[in-house]
């Protein structure tokens, strides 16, 4: 049921807490499927959340979602799927903070929009930028979501860590936390975010076309969510071939969303800068591994067009 993946990520994120959970965990879930009239069915694949098929009592389909509960993600992917309302993204059908838990829509036939790379990249973009249009809606008055300007600390937090020794070039790092600080304080609008919206969190689904999953929920300018699709899917992979697609997402993004191309430009590059600051944050000298994926592939790709 624990796959030697997950034990291994949660136990890294949550120390002792990801490991008396990993050890709960059985009987966390008995206790849910009891009490919230489940049958389990098959697990799905995920990195550090316990995640499988249910169905409900009534024979309707469901996915139980299940983490260490004293992380902080749930409960922004619980406020912001409760904003989203099922527009756009998967329904939140039942909460238990204290338990880690999230009962939500179970998405069919399901298969994420990474299928349609890089072939049909072109449909996949459309896609992404016809959900992102879904999921901008204003910030329930009594929303908890984080302000996403509160991100730009990652870039003041490496940059005070590594200075000119870390892995990546500082002078980028600092260009992207200075331009992000810019972006937010020139939005015209400001929405609930789904904070991570690529191809493998958009699904092919009935009720909609395609529906998002997995939000991480923050609160700013919609430009921000055109960032991760731009160096996904596999950004592990340099592969050069995925890159060369980016010039073309930019501009289609720019159209689809009636969204200045010097803002898409700026927010991805912002974007692919923070996704491997984030990973440089395990990162130390003589580690033996490099944070650089090809997000900062992108960032050089986008930086002599930046505004």
Not at 121 to 141: C, K, N, W
Not at 172 to 193: H, I, P, T
Request: overall charge negative; glycine content about 8%; aromatic content about 6%.
């Amino acid at each position: 049921m624990i796959t030697e993946e997950l034990s291994r990520n949660v136990a890294t994120a949550w120390g002792d807490d990801g490991k008396r959970w990993l050890r709960d965990l059985p009987g966390i879930l008995r206790e849910l499927l009891r009490d919230w009239d489940l049958r389990a069915g098959r697990p799905f694949p995920s990195s550090y959340h316990y995640v499988t098929s249910v169905t409900r009592g009534d024979g309707a389909p469901a996915v139980l979602k299940l983490g260490v509960p004293s992380e902080t993600a749930l409960a922004g992917e619980a406020s912001a799927l409760a904003a989203f309302d099922g527009r756009g993204a998967v329904r939140l059908l039942r909460t238990d903070l204290e338990r880690g838990a999230l009962l939500l829509e179970r998405v069919a036939p399901g298969r994420p929009a990474r299928d349609l790379v890089p072939a049909r990249d072109a449909e996949a973009t459309t896609a992404i930028a016809s959900v992102m249009r879904r999921l901008h809606v204003p910030p329930p008055p009594d929303s908890e979501l984080p302000d996403l300007l509160t991100q730009a600390r990652a870039f003041d937090d490496y940059a005070a860590r590594h200075g000119e020794n870390g892995p990546l070039p500082l002078d980028m790092v600092l260009r992207a936390g200075g331009l992000m600080r810019e972006l937010c304080a020139s939005a015209a609008e400001r929405v609930v975010l789904h904070g991570d919206l690529h191809h493998d969190n958009v699904l092919r689904a009935a009720r909609e076309p395609w529906l998002a999953i997995d939000p991480h929920g923050l609160v700013g300018d919609p430009g921000y969510d055109v960032g991760a699709m731009l160096f996904n899917p596999d950004p592990g992979d340099r592969d050069e071939k995925p890159t060369a697609l980016v010039p073309a997402r930019v501009e289609q993004l720019a159209d689809e969303l009636a969204m200045p191309l010097d803002r898409v430009v700026a927010w991805g590059f912002v974007k692919a800068v923070m996704s491997d600051v984030w990973t440089a944050e395990d990162w130390t000298p003589g580690a033996g591994w490099s944070p650089i994926s090809r997000a900062f592939d992108v960032a050089r790709l986008l930086a002599p067009r930046l505004p």
